[in-house]
């Protein structure tokens, strides 16, 4: 089993399994996320990379009927532990998705929103410095600044992509999920959202899923391939694209399926 | 007599239609290319059998009775009875009774003397009806058996025979709608000659039962109607309606698990579809007396029985299925990413709902609501039996208090002259509701419209 240490690692997961019902969905997945870097999980599709993501931040729970085993550590805690609260855990590890959602309500209010319900503003003044940090990180603040009361829903597919990476950043997270942010974008909104990832990638721990093997290859500094529910590969993105250890990573990365 | 023969109109159509097709099997075998398929000149040949029958028919029954009448009073026995139109218009109908029916009994001593001629008219042109109808399912048959042919587009003709039996059905909906109001705007157009609409709209006194000679206008103000419509169905039906409703759809689609779902939904369904009447008992017999104890013991003087709480309450317990179901689509077609990207922030599901899912919501739910009060502000049983008859301007529920529903139902229920301005009024009221509900559902269906398309 290949399994890769980080000195610094953020996340790690221990034989992880993931059952839809009676379905296995991730069988025994290990893997060290680390601080700083941005890691990719690629394969083709249905092989259980975004399901893997989602155990990352406990968004299956929201699921019926979706078990998790194994042990998932954030910092050393076991966020599956009783004590943990999957509320607590979100603010921790935010998540962008693949289609922008934002919410039915203005670009300002979008972004505080996290902030608003995690208390993390007591003032007026406070709330617009972290609304305007937030935008200015997912590089949105210069285009919005002047229309902050427009509905969220009323900018294009990228933007609204960037606001969602806004809204996730304004709680201050550690980790950064996101599952395919880029597939529902054109290719000009596409590299301002691997820009954004790049500017990021020193703050938080970066987790992206991708259908695209050249935006793993372009964003990413770890890849991890996934197949059929088990994590295959993983290791530095460079190495997994020029020189593949196992004969299914090569496969799907010269294009033989996928 | 008459089925019989509709009857036999439809058998020579089936008849058609096998020999249509059979002819037309022979062509397909003897030929190599047929433009339609047998079974279409069938269904052709069938309709141009059936279809001049029934329009022979149809027209005979318009113009043969008439007829018959006409020769009936030129019989020796008809040119004795009264010429006044009325008696006349009577005695003949007695007669036509009496030769259905030979019990029969009649006012008038003519219409037993005209009973004879009349049952031989009748039969006479019954017997001339037939013979046109036979040939004009004969002249149809013919005409379409000549075009059994390898070229004719039979499956066409067919296909817009259907095509035309549809849009008739449909139209037949439209224009019973539009004769209901022709006779709505009609009627009251009769009433507002005799009444100013503005005195009807804008006055506070409503007693049609004193309303004789000058003193029309002063009692025929309609708003302490309007007022109890609207405090029953649309403020106190809707305080109880919208957040019971509303709270038991966010349980369904956000709390509750498959199996509760699948037991509660069609409990609540039940709700919509138990028989106003049954509201009527319940609020009129249980709810009502209920109230008024409740109010006496809390030192009310002289509660009434019947009151605006009792009917709004029951009337709003009617209503939940309505706004829950409509609330109900309006939660789950917002796109499931938008519940997850709340909760992803770290949002627990109550901040969830209350933040992100209602307010995406909203539009359906406002949609629903104004469904939900044009339903209420027609509905009739429950103020009937509930709801009480006294035309009050007032803002305590433990009164009664009366509604437009009501009233129509008042003005058009026993002996009434049909020309009055009472009984016009009715129709006057029936106008102003219909207009209401109108308004209402128009709005309401542009929003739900827009909503669809937002999260398309």
């Known amino acids: ?258 | 007599m008459t089925a019989a023969v509709l009857l036999a109109a439809f058998a020579l159509g089936a008849i058609g239609w096998f020999v249509a097709r059979a002819r037309a099997r022979l062509l397909y075998a003897g030929r190599e290319s047929m433009h339609s398929m047998p079974v279409y000149h069938a269904w052709h040949l069938a309709l141009w059998v059936v279809l001049p029958a029934l329009v022979v028919w149809g027209l005979w029954s318009v113009i043969a009775p008439p007829i018959v009448d006409g020769v009936v009073l030129a019989s020796p026995a008809g040119t004795q009875i009264p010429t006044d139109p009325v008696q006349r218009a009577a005695i003949l109908s007695e007669a036509r009774g009496i030769a259905a029916d030979p019990s029969f009994i009649g006012f008038y001593d003519q219409s037993s003397t005209i009973a004879a001629p009349m049952r031989a008219a009748q039969a006479r042109f019954g017997l001339i009806g037939t013979v046109l109808m036979a040939l004009a399912a004969l002249a149809g048959g013919g005409y379409a058996w000549t075009r059994v042919t390898g070229r004719f587009p039979a499956r066409t003709r067919v296909e817009r025979a259907v095509m035309l039996t549809l849009l008739a059905a449909s139209l037949l909906a439209i224009l019973t709608t539009l004769g209901i109001i022709g006779s709505l705007v009609f009627e009251a157009g009769l009433f507002f000659r005799d009444v100013s609409p503005i005195a009807f709209l804008t006055g506070l006194h409503w007693a049609p039962a004193n309303a004789v000679g000058d003193d029309l206008n002063a009692n025929f103000g309609a708003v302490p109607l309007f007022w109890g419509t609207i405090f029953i169905g649309a403020i106190i039906a809707m305080i109880v309606a919208i957040p019971l409703g509303l709270m038991s759809a966010v349980y369904l689609t956000q709390y509750a698990d498959r199996r509760a779902r699948k037991v509660l939904k069609p409990v609540l369904e039940i709700l919509a579809g138990i028989p106003t009447v049954v509201y009527g008992y319940f609020a009129a017999l249980t709810v009502a007396p209920f109230i008024r104890d409740l109010a006496a013991s809390l030192g009310a003087q002289n509660p009434s029985t019947e009151s605006a709480l009792a009917a709004g309450l029951v009337m709003g317990v009617m209503i939940i299925p309505f706004v829950s179901s409509m609330a109900d689509d309006a939660i789950a077609a917002v796109p499931r990413a938008m519940a997850d990207g709340s909760l992803a922030m770290g949002a627990t599901k109550s901040e969830t709902i209350k933040k992100v899912l209602l307010p995406a919501a909203l539009p359906g739910i406002v949609a629903g609501v104004m469904l939900a009060v044009s339903r209420a502000i027609g509905e009739t049983m429950i103020v009937v039996m509930a709801a009480g008859a006294a035309a009050r301007l007032s803002l305590n529920p433990l009164e009664s208090m009366t509604t437009v529903t009501y009233q129509i139902v008042q003005l058009l229920t026993g002996d009434q002259e049909f020309n009055s301005p009472k009984t016009l009024s009715a129709f006057a009221l029936g106008l102003v509701l219909f207009v209401v509900t109108l308004i209402l559902n128009i709005i309401a269906l542009r929003v739900v419209k827009r909503f669809r398309e937002a999260y398309e």
């Open chain 1, 1 to 258: 089993m290949p399994e890769a240490k980080l000195p610094d690692s953020k996340l790690t997961a221990r034989n992880v399994d993931v059952f839809y019902g009676d379905k296995k969905a991730i069988d025994d997945v290990s893997i060290d996320i680390g601080n700083g870097v941005v890691t990719a999980f690629i394969g083709p599709s249905g092989c259980g990379k975004s399901t893997f993501l989602r155990t990352l931040n406990r968004m299956n729970d929201t699921i019926a009927g979706a078990r998790v085993t194994g042990q998932i550590l954030l910092d050393g805690e076991d966020i599956y532990d009783r004590d943990m609260d999957p509320v607590a855990l979100r603010a921790r590890v935010g998540m962008v998705f693949q289609k922008p959602n934002p919410f039915p309500k203005s670009i300002y209010e979008n972004v505080a929103y996290g902030p608003r319900i995690h208390g993390l503003a007591q003032a007026k003044p406070e709330m617009d410095a972290i609304v305007e940090k937030a935008l200015t990180r997912a590089g949105l603040w210069n285009e919005v600044k002047d229309r902050l009361t427009d509905a969220g829903t009323a900018l294009s597919g990228g933007q609204q992509q960037r606001l969602c990476i806004a809204r996730a950043v304004a709680v201050s997270p550690e980790v950064i999920l996101m599952d395919e942010p880029c597939s529902a974008l054109d290719p000009i909104a596409t590299a301002r959202i691997e820009e954004l990832i790049e500017d990021l990638k020193d703050r938080y721990a970066i987790v992206i899923v991708t259908h695209s093997m050249q935006q793993a290859a372009r964003v990413s500094q770890r890849t991890a391939f996934f197949h059929l529910g088990k994590m295959v590969e993983y290791g530095d993105t460079d190495q997994i694209f020029t020189n593949p250890r196992e004969e299914r990573t090569k496969d799907y990365i010269t294009g033989r399926y996928g």
